[in-house]
């Protein structure tokens, strides 16, 4: 199973995390600003999953995501200036400002769209896997999906074609219903690998929680796919943020304090549980505990993503929105 080894992947693995977590929370400031914004689906607690994608994806490889894409998005490249003006609807943004949230892509990184319809990026994805096959470059595609896709028909049958066509694609499920709901409530299987199963595609679950063994999981999946030209689907289990359902975007568990890692006194509050096991500071707990970095590094590494977010809002806040005038460019007719 690859493991990161360097000290450099560990800290870079975090730097990736760091940087979807302050983007949101700039999202969540320019929300409280700017009253045009409209919903946000935040990826704060995700963030182990996407940063350890996006850190094994290779130039060429393509990507689907979904309503809860922003993090995926900044966490492969994309600028996150750009991405903001997107969600501000602001010209500079990376489609001058008419996707959105919702329909923000960049293709210099490998997202050729993305789909806020419940289940539309493992269709494209499987699409892009076929792509991928034809092309015989090596490249693979990844569907980014929640839990949500698995009571979407269109999934049944995109694992069906990825299986029968045996095509390289990650399917990877951030599932972060509460264990046991879903299963019960929402699907007739009992449990949610039970449908790729089925259909003979190699399944594994991880603990979303842990950055370095969703890393392992994907690198191990990733070699498999490169290698055998299959399909694989994993299950990341996440625990849901408690801000994930509120349609104005909130600081329901605080801006994020990186000492809070060192210093848990200061965890306290309604939502103690949920912050002292999230993703990032999990992570910090553990570069610390086996001395891959010590505070003062970790510091100076949030320092630098915040300065970088702060550009990135300057930039989109200094964009103007779109001119009337180019309201029909990028139609088909
Ligand atoms: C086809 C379709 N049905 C319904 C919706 C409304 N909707 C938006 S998000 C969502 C829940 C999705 O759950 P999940 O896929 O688990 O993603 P999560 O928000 O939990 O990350 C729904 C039903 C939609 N966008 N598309
Ligand atoms: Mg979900």
């Known amino acids: 199973m690859p493991e990161i080894v360097s000290r450099e992947a560990r800290l870079s693995l975090l730097e990736r995390m760091l940087l979807m977590r302050r983007f949101e929370e700039a999202v969540i400031h320019a929300a409280a600003k700017h009253k045009y914004i409209g919903r946000n689906h935040l990826y704060i607690g995700h963030e182990g999953t996407g940063a350890a994608v996006m850190a094994q994806l290779k130039p060429g490889d393509l990507a689907h995501t979904t309503h809860r894409n922003h993090g995926h998005i900044v966490g492969r ?22 996707g959105g949230t919702w329909h923000m892509t960049d293709t210099s990184v490998g997202f050729q769209s993305t789909s806020a319809m419940v289940g539309g990026s493992i ?16 490249n693979v595609s990844v569907a980014l999906f929640g839990d949500g896709v698995l009571d979407e028909g269109i999934s049944y049958e995109a694992f069906n074609f990825a299986s029968q066509y045996s095509l390289p694609i990650l399917f990877m499920c951030e599932n972060n219903e509460k264990p046991g709901r879903r299963e019960t409530s929402m699907l007739a299987a009992d449990r949610l690998l039970d449908i790729p199963k089925a259909l003979k595609i190699h399944t594994m679950t991880v603990d979303g929680g842990d950055v370095e063994a969703v890393h392992a999981a994907v690198g191990e999946a990733l070699a498999r796919i490169r290698k055998d030209q299959v399909p694989v689907f994993i299950e990341s289990q996440i625990e849901a943020w408690p801000g994930s359902h509120q349609h104005k975007p909130e600081f329901t568990t605080g801006e ?13 509050g309604p939502h103690a549980d949920w912050i002292r096991q999230e993703p990032i500071l999990r992570y910090v707990r553990k570069l610390l505990a086996e001395k891959a970095a010590a505070q003062a590094d970790i510091e100076a590494l949030d320092k630098k993503v ?8 300057d930039f989109a806040e200094a964009s103007p929105f779109p001119q009337a005038e180019g309201a029909i460019l990028g139609a088909f007719a």
Do not use: N, V, Y
Request: aromatic residues 4%; charged residues 20%; hydrophobic residues 35%.
């Open 77 to 98: 490249g994309a600028d996150p200036g750009r991405a903001l003006a997107e969600i501000m609807g602001r010209e500079g943004g990376l489609c001058g400002g008419r």
């Open 123 to 138: 269709g494209l994805a499987t699409g892009g896997g076929f792509a991928c096959k034809q092309l015989g470059q090596g």
């Open 256 to 268: 994020t304090d990186i000492s809070m890692a060192w210093d848990t006194g200061k965890i306290t």
């Open 306 to 313: 915040q300065a970088k977010m702060a550009k990135a809002r």
